[in-house]
């Protein structure tokens, strides 16, 4: 087996919105804003070269949404999907599977995009399998007001109309090659990769811990469905991750790839943060 770091973009978003009711006083200091309040995010997703399975976990936003939408999202650098597979030698045409954490656009966006004459739209990934679970899917497709602007159609309707969705059950393992982690306090059902590599464990966070700086408890964000479950879930898994000598691997952190927590006197805490490549080779 083999992992890869896989960069789709940069993009910000509102600090406020990210650390819901911690000030900004307190979360500025590991996540800096700018004078709009927006702070740095990546969209850094993962991919599992696994014998004749490449598995790319998550695809970020992709390029099909309109100049107004990106514009809400202050997009930038140069990290690009393509890139970044051809970076380790792969094609998207290459990805066996696609394993979504969940269905939001800056998760799932790259899934789709516009076809030959964008007269409409087809999976960016042909030749894979794309993973959810029914769960989260139905959550998705009947989105309550609160998700609504998060979960596009055209990001997911597609997936289900190629014929190429599947869903994940419990006995993840047999189905994906890896286990997952099912959370519900961001979004119903949201799936966290737990994948066993060069001898350690690594948990793949998506919105369970976007940043080290969202480590201690209250730090919630604001877009999360159940905050108080989301609090439950993190206590439950940081403290099992400290046990356990857990690796965390960081999608939206835009300076911390990867990351180890301790126990302290005021709880869980961040022990390190490295670049993936200074861990595992």
């Known amino acids: 087996m083999r992992i890869y770091p896989i960069e789709t973009g940069n993009f910000k978003l509102d600090g406020g919105a990210m650390f819901g ?106 030749n894979a399998k794309f993973w959810s679970n029914d769960r989260h899917w139905n959550w998705a497709v009947e989105p309550n007001p609160r998700e609504k602007a998060s979960f596009l159609k055209e990001n997911i309707l597609p997936i289900e109309e190629s014929g190429q969705l599947n869903f994940v059950h419990r006995n993840t393992k047999d189905q994906v090659g890896f286990d997952v982690l099912f959370m519900d306090g961001h979004t119903e059902k949201q799936m966290l990769p737990k994948i066993q590599y060069q001898g350690k464990t690594i948990v793949f966070m998506a919105d369970l811990l976007p940043t080290v700086g969202h480590i201690p408890l209250p730090y919630v964000m604001g877009y999360d469905t159940r905050p108080l479950l989301t609090i439950k879930e993190k206590a439950d898994f940081l403290n099992e991750a400290a046990d356990r000598d857990y690796f965390l691997f960081l999608e939206h952190d ?26 595992f080779n």
């Open 254 to 279: 835009a300076y911390n790839e990867i990351c180890t927590v301790q126990h302290t006197e005021k709880g869980v805490r961040l022990k390190e943060s490295h670049k993936f490549t200074d861990i």
């Open 21 to 126: 009711v911690v000030p900004k006083s307190i979360w500025q200091r590991t996540n800096p804003a700018d004078a709009n309040n927006m702070i740095d995010m990546s969209m850094r997703c993962m991919l599992i070269e696994d014998g004749n399975r490449l598995t790319l976990v998550d695809t970020g936003m992709g390029n099909k949404q309109s100049e107004k939408f990106f514009g809400y999202y202050f997009m930038f650098g140069d990290f690009t999907l393509d890139a970044s597979l051809a970076k380790h030698g792969f094609h998207r045409d290459d990805i066996t599977d696609v394993f979504l954490t969940h269905l939001h656009f800056d998760h799932c966006g790259g899934s789709i995009q516009f076809n030959k004459d964008k007269t409409g739209y087809e999976p960016a990934f042909k």
